[in-house]
């Protein structure tokens, strides 16, 4: 596997895939003021399985704060577009995923691109907070935030910069982001695997209803995850996400012997 680094951010990650495998290529989304290292033991195991995978940084990702604040959600989505657009022309079959955020960018690129299916973990489309909705204004007046804390936090920690502080202005381009890709989901026609966390401080329930409701595809799988927070591929179901993952993936690709199908999940 290669990673390629630098000395001010979190590295992005890829590895060419091996084996019958190798021409399923899944590009994975980090999400919102998040990294490559939140989705990275994702990542790691569809590449033990011999897939073909890129995790690109977003823009304005893994270093600090002030640098979010300079970029727009389109600089996000272009980038994750980019690195999907590369692996597909590399691959026979290839998939979008996303944590967060993440998934909501993995869902728009659904929509604008024939993708082979969709994995998404706590995708955002609406928010708890409802002053959210005059952000575009507050922004003027208050520069920052302070990050949204789970009270019990039991997924694993990262190094993903200094962002201590969330930029209003970041927080206005990701409700723009959400508002594109809610108008863009009756496009969206590919398989769509989501997982949803039983406790999610993060992303609401809404979101999940708001996807059911405007999704073109009728392929949609909920998958719950019971013990897990919002950032679940680094928390105590991380090996559900894993395995249900690789198995939607086998089993929408082209030319592979489907797996055994699993029990409805309650």
């Known amino acids: 596997m290669s990673e ?4 001010t951010a979190p590295a992005a990650f890829s590895y060419p895939g091996h084996g019958p495998n190798a021409r399923i290529g899944v590009a994975i989304c980090h999400g919102f003021t998040g990294s490559p290292l939140s989705v990275l033991p994702w990542a790691r195991h569809l590449a033990a399985q011999g897939f073909a995978v890129s995790v690109p940084l977003l823009p304005g990702h893994g270093t600090h704060w002030r640098d979010l604040a300079r ?4 600089d996000w989505y272009t980038s994750f577009e980019t690195a999907y657009l590369d692996l597909a022309a590399r691959t026979s079959d290839c998939y979008v995923a996303g944590l967060s955020m993440g998934g909501t960018i993995a869902l728009r690129t659904a929509a604008r691109h024939s993708v082979a299916g969709v994995a998404a973990v706590n995708p955002g489309l609406s928010f708890y907070d409802r002053r959210v909705r005059i952000v575009g ?9 302070t990050p949204i ?22 927080v ?14 009756p496009s969206v026609q590919a398989p769509t ?3 949803k966390s039983d406790t999610d401080a993060v992303v609401p329930p809404s979101s999940l209803e708001l996807l059911r409701r405007r999704l073109g595809s009728r392929d949609l799988r ?10 679940a591929t680094l928390d105590a179901d991380a090996p559900l996400i894993f395995e249900e993952s ?16 699993p029990s409805e999940t309650p």
């Open 71 to 74: 970029k727009g959600w389109q």
């Open 193 to 195: 695997l989501v997982f």
């Open 222 to 231: 909920v998958v719950r995850l019971p013990h897990s927070g919002h950032v």
């Open 149 to 170: 804390q789970e009270e019990n936090p039991t997924a694993s920690t990262t190094d993903d910069g200094d962002y201590s502080l969330t930029p209003l202005a970041a």
């Open 4 to 7: 390629s680094s630098t000395s």
């Open 172 to 185: 206005h381009q990701l409700r723009r982001l959400f508002s594109a890709t809610f108008r863009d989901l």
């Open 137 to 145: 204004l507050l922004k003027y007046f208050q520069r920052t935030t």
């Open 246 to 261: 690789v198995r939607f993936f086998l089993l929408h690709a082209r030319s592979t012997t489907p797996p055994t199908a």
